[in-house]
């Protein structure tokens, strides 16, 4: 039987701008937006003094499942989303067994069928001998590569083996961008680092931006769409200024909120691959983004326990969680005047649904997926490890303060997020991908 839902008196986020309208929920899809007074509902919810978006889309997590749940799992990791306003997650290869089979992604995609109370979907990972599975694969976003940073079959930095994914497969192609020479050499200099800012030495500007010239240098001449994982560097963005139509990029909360002058501070808790810079990299992603030169806003959720983290640098692992607070962090940025909340919804929701071509998702418009997030932007609150759903625990912006949180979320019309609670026993859907 269907269910109706009538969200009334918020100021709702549309493609042609944000205007006070109600919008009517039918079980998983948008039914109408301002639709007659008489229209019969289940249920109605008073949005007053609050604003509507779409749910946002992560389009890189890295959830450890199978092999590392020891860090954090699809039903964790999705818990996260939920409370931060994530409706569709993309996730890394990256596990163990590593996502590069069909075997394997048929696996994760039944795993999260069973666990993830948010929609989901997974990218391929790219070897130097897959080149068959990359070409047959269908039930994934695109082929992620990793052109350093990584280890064992997915570290894919030989030449040929680049030119033949990038010439012999049609699906899009996003990467991790650090040049493994580069890397090996400033790590061989430094003696391998013996001080957390020996991280950013090691992964420095030059590491990221030869990697980023190479992998665009691919996409321009096979005229492979192509997706730049979370520029770091004020070069990159420069670069990419000139780059063809069909290459994005994006940039992580990480890059834009911590630079080196942090690591005093909060030590192995920021160190990431890349690495974190400075407050001039910082500065030039924020106008990257305002500029469409950065297209996309991407958490690069990577956990790991603190036990981990509290080894001495370089046994510490790099990443951190960030799906819990990653929209909080862009509307109390929105209060501070470095961006507008429509600029967010390009970010974080029009932009990853485009690139990744995820059908019915990323806009409010009349038969898309209910996939939504209320938000009050006069809401207060602090980040606390202890308040933290996810599986390791802890954030590296415990302790501040943000102006702007997400206060319910729906994925396919279901109510996951509300009250501060998540409602476990919801879930998501396999997000669908348009193939043209």
């Given amino acids: 039987m269907s269910r109706r839902t009538l969200i009334r008196n918020a100021d709702v986020v549309l493609p042609s701008g944000t205007t006070r309208v109600s919008l009517l929920i039918e079980d998983d899809k948008i039914l109408g937006i301002d639709p007659p007074a008489t229209a019969a509902v289940d249920e109605t919810v008073d949005a007053s003094g609050l604003h509507l978006l779409p749910g946002i889309i992560d389009d890189q997590v890295h959830f450890r499942d199978p092999g590392l749940e020891h860090k954090e799992d699809l039903h964790t990791g999705s818990l996260g989303c939920a409370k931060g306003g994530i409706t569709t997650f993309l996730e890394m290869p990256n596990t163990n067994p590593t996502t590069t089979t069909f075997e394997a992604l048929e696996n994760k995609l039944e795993r999260a069928s069973q666990r993830s109370v948010v929609n989901y979907g997974f990218y391929v990972g790219a070897t130097g001998d897959n080149v068959d599975v990359l070409q047959q694969v269908t039930r994934t976003p695109g082929i992620k590569i990793f052109i350093g940073s990584s280890t064992g079959p997915l570290l894919v930095d030989e030449q040929e083996a680049l030119e033949r994914i990038f010439a012999e497969t049609t699906l899009p192609i996003c990467a991790h961008c650090e040049d493994e020479a580069t890397v090996r050499a400033n790590s061989e200099r430094l003696n391998g680092g013996t001080s957390i800012h020996d991280h950013s030495k090691i992964r420095d500007h030059a590491a990221a931006l030869i990697a980023t010239k190479r992998a665009v240098d691919l996409s321009t ?36 909120f911590f630079n080196i002058d942090d690591y005093d501070r909060l030590g192995s808790k920021v160190q990431m691959n890349p690495s974190i810079k400075t407050a001039e990299d910082n500065k030039k992603l924020w106008e990257g983004l305002r500029e469409g030169i950065i ?116 994925v396919m019309g279901q109510t996951v997020f509300q009250n501060g609670k998540v409602d476990r026993d919801i879930r998501g859907k396999e997000a669908e991908f348009c193939r043209k």
């Avoid at 560097?233 to 890059?255: G, I, M, N």
Wanted: aromatic share 8%; with cysteine; proline share 7%.
């Fill in 221 to 256: 001449r096979h005229k492979h769409p192509f997706h730049v994982l979370h520029v770091s560097t004020a070069q990159e963005v420069e670069f990419l200024k000139d780059r063809p139509s069909w290459v994005t990029a994006e940039a992580c909360p990480h890059h834009l």
């Fill in 295 to 410: 297209e996309v806003i991407a958490t690069d959720h990577a956990p790991h326990t603190l036990e981990e983290k509290d080894q001495p640098y370089p046994k510490s692992p790099s990443g951190l969680p960030a799906v819990e607070n990653s929209l909080a962090l862009m509307l109390d940025a929105a209060q501070s005047g470095e961006c507008t909340l429509e600029q967010i919804v390009g970010w974080m929701c029009l932009a990853p649904a485009r690139i990744w071509n995820i059908a019915n998702k990323g806009t409010i418009q009349e038969g898309f997926d209910a996939d939504l997030v209320l938000v009050d932007l006069k809401k207060k609150a602090v980040i606390r490890d202890e308040d933290q759903l996810t599986k390791s625990g802890w954030s590296p912006w415990h302790g501040v303060e943000l102006t702007g949180w997400p206060v319910r979320t729906w």
